[in-house]
């Protein structure tokens, strides 16, 4: 999974602004442009990872081999948002990506000790969709994250309804509370696995952990 997320700072006192939402347009791109944006979308996880400088160009690698592996994927789709600047031009701003979970596909094995079975047999019927990454920066994450406006909200919510309101899921792993954090903050929660002796919920013991959120 990719969500870029820095160290954690000091909760922010809600700042009095307007709502941003004609300030980014959020649109989906073909896998064709996505190729053609290739350069951008890895210069925009550099940008937003807040890796050190000297680890930029392995980082940035890292996530387009990731992405690449997932532009494969059957239904894949990416969302953009992006700001106007002057003259038509525009700056990317973020994306969001996935696919819709397949029982024949990579992301089902394991699924059985991240959710309970009412949510497997969803994932079967093909209303889960696994959000693959979120880049944003920094002031999407740090302010206005409960705001419907919020971009990372925007993002996911625009994703899960482009593809007939399916579920979102996330998989992250379990010591990675910083992103569990920020997840949770768009609006994510997370949930348990049964346990197979008698059928109530416990902590499973794989690696990940799975966080779902509503279309």
């Not at 392995?58 to 600047?85: C, H, K, M, N």
């Not at 094995?109 to 880049?135: E, K, M, N, Q, T």
Request: proline share 8%.
């Amino acid at each position: 999974m990719t969500l870029n997320v820095p160290p954690r700072t000091p909760p922010q006192r809600r700042r009095r602004c307007p709502s941003p939402l004609e300030g980014e347009r959020v649109r989906p791109l073909s896998r064709r442009q996505v190729e053609d944006r290739w350069r951008e979308l890895g210069d925009l996880y550099a940008d937003t990872s807040g890796v050190e400088p000297g680890q930029w160009a392995r980082s940035r690698a890292a996530f387009l081999r990731r992405l690449a592996v997932d532009v494969r994927q059957p239904g894949f789709a990416l969302l953009i948002a992006e700001t106007v600047v002057r003259d038509e031009m525009s700056v990317l701003t973020g994306c969001a990506y996935g696919f819709p979970v397949r029982v024949d596909g990579p992301w089902w094995r394991g699924l059985d000790g991240c959710l309970p079975r009412p949510l497997l047999r969803l994932a079967a019927s093909g209303g889960l969709f696994a959000v693959s990454g979120i880049l944003v920066p920094y002031r999407v994450r740090a302010h206005d994250q409960d705001r419907d406006w919020n971009l990372a909200r925007r993002l996911q919510k625009r994703l899960l309804s482009d593809h007939d309101g399916a579920l979102g899921v996330f998989l992250v792993d379990r010591g990675d509370t910083t992103t569990l954090e920020a997840l949770r903050s768009w609006g994510w929660r997370s949930v348990t696995a049964e346990r197979p002796d008698d059928g109530l919920l416990g902590t499973a013991s794989g690696p990940r952990r799975a966080l779902v959120v509503d279309p």
